[in-house]
């Protein structure tokens, strides 16, 4: 279960860590809370990371290209915007 509600969601990034041997790739989601923005953070070996893609992609304009994205080059840092809410700065 994601914590919380799509039409919440400013922005999605999509990133890798470089883990020395591996990459390890990783999401933020920026979402409106209750006392202003808040981010929320998972990574390719949570358990709910499946859930996470699945739901997101469901955002309108999510960049379905991401991993592509992400994963080239290896081993360097590939920070990408996947989603931004029109209403967003």
């Known amino acids: 279960m994601i914590p919380f509600e799509l039409q919440q969601v400013r922005r999605v990034l999509m990133y890798k860590r470089d ?6 790739i990783c999401c ?4 409106d ?8 953070t998972r990574h390719e070996e949570s358990a709910e990371w499946q859930e996470w893609l699945t739901e997101l992609s469901r ?3 999510f960049d379905q290209e991401w991993l592509e994205k992400v994963t080239k080059p290896p081993f360097e840092e590939c920070v ?10």
């Open 19 to 24: 883990e020395i041997t591996t990459d390890l």
């Open 28 to 31: 933020d989601v920026e979402a």
């Open 33 to 40: 809370g209750g006392d202003g923005p808040i981010t929320w």
């Open 59 to 61: 955002l309108p304009n």
């Open 80 to 89: 990408t915007l996947v989603y931004k809410r029109s209403d967003v700065a």
